[in-house]
């Protein structure tokens, strides 16, 4: 497992992440915890802004865009106890998806990839040609590839069940380990 970097409190995350999160805001951001290591969750009290994995690369990056939808505090709202319960019940192997609502912030064909890969069933996978064709833009396998990494929400949005086109396992903003983890539990099914 790969630990959340070693925080006692919320309050940490400010001198985790200077200058992208502050002391009071409409966004709440907490950890929540998998047996594949902890997550930073930004939630409202009505939408999941972004779920990412602490050593992602563009983490950063990420929490800035989401910035944008409102200054970001440590906390919980009661959104983040949903989104834990969720989670903690599909990694249990009862749950195959998630009832939270997301907010997301990104273009038109951004958004229509990251719909595609919501479509795509637990248990199964597609590669990044499938996605492609799936959304009518059969030549557009770069772009949906572009626009799978910029995925801002682990595990919801599952990113995981796509391949290279080749059929082959290709790289996942949270570590190969983990891509190759969660295929792996739902291949097993729900229990």
């Not at 002391?23 to 929540?32: H, I, M, R, S």
């Not at 479509?119 to 799936?134: C, E, F, K, M, N």
């Not at 949005?157 to 949270?174: A, F, K, M």
Request: hydrophobic share 45%.
């Amino acid at each position: 497992m790969d630990p959340a970097p070693e925080l006692n409190h919320p309050e940490d995350l400010i001198s985790t992440f200077p200058g992208l999160i502050g002391t009071t805001g409409p966004l709440k951001a907490a950890w929540v915890y998998t047996p594949i290591g902890g997550l930073i969750a930004v939630c409202s009290e009505t939408a999941l802004h972004m779920l990412e994995f602490p050593n992602r690369a563009i983490l950063q990056d990420q929490l800035a865009r989401t910035a944008k939808a409102g200054a970001i505090a440590p906390g919980h709202t009661a959104l983040t106890a949903a989104l834990q319960d969720e989670l903690t019940a599909y990694f249990a192997g009862r749950r195959a998806g998630f009832t939270i609502p997301l907010a997301l912030q990104a273009p038109p064909f951004t958004q229509t990839v990251w719909a595609a890969l919501r479509r795509i069933p637990y248990g199964s996978l597609q590669t990044y040609t499938d996605v492609a064709r799936s959304i009518g833009h059969p030549t557009a396998i770069r772009a949906m590839a572009r626009a799978n990494a910029m995925n801002p929400i682990a595990i919801l949005i599952p990113c995981h069940r796509v391949l290279g086109t080749n059929g082959q396992l290709t790289g996942y903003g949270g570590g190969l380990w983990r891509k190759e983890w969660l295929i792996a539990h739902e291949a097993r099914g729900l229990r």
